[in-house]
């Protein structure tokens, strides 16, 4: 269950306390959960690279970008073959010290398929994905200071470090800044290292920073968003 990783607050703290109002995190000096995501889950569906429903996306300031290509038969998109990804591409990119977001991930297990059906269960109407962050460097790229928004996300650390800048709401309609703006228009609400194990949630439209630790990361974000208007998805175990 995903409250599990919020622990010591309980379901009726977070909802009434929590969600929607503030972030808050929950650090740890042991991942309790090391088993919920392997790195050979990881690379079994990195590599796969016809499963496009993946949508690798390499990272930089500007947001993250799919590397594909679509195959075509005399001008005409071929239906039946899959839309791959551009293995070559992305692999130069990531020994080139570029991070990656992996999104639509909510069944690449059956611990995730659990976490992402309790994150629904509790909040009925929401909808939720996962998206898998991994950097292979400390220096890494990395997002600007941003915001999101419909979305709620909880945000677990699976392996490695990230530093985090959480900020105060502000006056300013950017959805994106780079760092040296952000500190002159935004408040700083509270810094946070998150180790293994440790947990945030954070609520839509909050400015945030992030920087990789001290070594290769893995990170797991759990947006989630209410639209009763979409169909639940199944993610029973076959």
């Keep these: 269950n995903f409250l599990d990783f919020?622990?010591?607050l309980t379901a009726d703290e977070f909802k009434t306390q929590i969600f929607g109002k503030r972030s808050i995190a929950v650090t740890r000096t042991a991942n309790p959960y090391p088993e919920i995501l392997t790195l050979e889950e990881i690379?079994?569906?990195l590599n796969d690279g016809c499963a496009t429903l993946a949508s690798i996306g390499i990272i930089d300031e500007n947001g993250a970008k799919m590397p594909r290509d679509m195959p075509y038969h005399r001008g005409e998109?071929?239906?039946?073959?899959?839309?791959?990804?551009?293995?070559?591409?992305?692999?130069?990119?990531?020994?080139?010290?570029?991070?990656?977001?992996?999104?639509?991930m909510t069944q690449i297990n059956r611990h995730?398929?659990?976490?992402?059906?309790s994150i629904e269960d509790e909040f009925p109407g929401f909808h939720t994905d996962l998206h898998i962050y991994v950097s292979p460097r400390p220096s890494s790229t990395g997002y600007n200071v941003h915001r999101d928004a419909p979305q709620h996300k909880i945000y677990?650390?699976?392996?490695?470090?990230?530093?985090?800048?959480?900020?105060?709401?502000?006056?300013?309609?950017?959805?994106?800044?780079?760092l040296a703006e952000a500190e002159k228009q935004l408040e700083v609400d509270f810094k946070i290292e998150m180790t293994p194990g440790s947990a945030l949630y954070m609520p839509p439209d909050v400015f945030h920073h992030v920087v990789n630790g001290n070594g290769p990361r893995v990170s797991l974000s759990f947006p989630f968003i209410h639209d009763p208007s979409?169909?639940?998805m199944d993610r029973t175990h076959i």
């Design 156 to 178: 677990i650390q699976l392996f490695g470090s990230t530093n985090w800048t959480i900020y105060k709401r502000g006056d300013t309609e950017a959805k994106s800044l780079p």
């Design 43 to 45: 690379e079994q569906k």
């Design 6 to 8: 919020l622990a010591p």
């Design 112 to 117: 995730i398929a659990e976490i992402s059906d």
């Design 77 to 104: 998109v071929l239906r039946w073959s899959p839309i791959a990804m551009k293995k070559s591409l992305v692999l130069d990119k990531l020994t080139n010290h570029h991070s990656f977001v992996m999104h639509n």
């Design 230 to 232: 979409r169909i639940r």
